[in-house]
């Protein structure tokens, strides 16, 4: 059982819509979870970073970490063509992983104009 | 604020010629320093992660070493190239082990 599965897509929305994006994972020791937007050709830049279960807003993002079934979300409101790229979400059982973190393969979102 | 720089940005090597990827960041001190690499297909494989000058873990068996020669540089470096080794590298930086990584733009590396 690989360590975190992502779907791979592409998910196609068109403008506008809310956008879900999934995660799951295997090792119950992660504590730290967080998301990367990755634009072609560019390194991932940092969405959100949550700590334990719960949501986090920021803008038109939200974070949800459901810790009892392995599970983290993000979610996109009034998505916008600029959105569209590659999400990663990543987790560590320390905050900045001097162990490193632990990445899904990302989802490739297309956001249709 | 801080910033982290990678070159070159890409890099076309023939197999068996060595390899030297540089990663300096700035605006922040003794950060702890991340070398991944990205291939098609796969999600990010941390292979090197430092807390301090000279301080290198490996986190994967591999045909590449790294060096941290100052507080705010990171190599990435290889003897002899394999064609196994072509792929994105990517640089990240952490104020410390409990805050997030952030990367650099990468070196995209082709092995001919």
């Known amino acids: 059982q690989k360590e975190v599965e992502q779907d791979p897509g592409p998910l196609s929305v068109p403008e506008g819509a809310i956008v879900s994006l999934n995660c799951t994972y295997s090792n119950s020791a992660f504590q730290y979870f967080m998301w990367y937007r990755q634009y072609s050709r560019k390194g991932p830049e940092l969405l959100m970073y949550?700590?334990?279960?719960g949501n986090k807003e920021d803008g038109r993002f939200t974070a949800q970490v459901d810790k009892s079934s392995k599970y983290i979300s993000l979610f996109i409101r009034d998505s916008q063509p600029s959105d569209s790229a590659t999400y990663l979400c990543a987790m560590s059982l320390l905050g900045g992983g001097a162990d490193g973190l632990t990445f899904g393969k990302g989802t490739h979102l297309i956001i249709q104009p | 604020s801080q910033t982290i720089h990678q070159w070159p940005a890409t890099l076309v090597q023939p197999v068996g010629s060595p390899l030297s990827l540089e990663c300096t960041v700035e605006?922040?001190?003794?950060?702890?320093l991340y070398w991944y690499r990205q291939a098609a297909g796969r999600g990010l494989q941390l292979l090197f992660y430092s807390v301090g000058i000279g301080q290198i873990s490996s986190e994967v068996p591999q045909n590449l070493s790294a060096s941290r020669p100052q507080d705010r540089q990171f190599i990435l470096s290889s003897k002899k190239l394999l064609l196994s080794d072509s792929g994105f590298y990517l640089c990240?930086?952490?104020?410390?082990?409990?805050?997030?990584?952030?990367f650099g733009d990468g070196t995209r590396l082709s092995i001919l």
């Open positions: 949550t700590y334990s279960s």
């Open positions: 990240a930086w952490a104020t410390d082990s409990n805050q997030p990584q952030h």
């Open positions: 605006g922040t001190s003794n950060p702890n």
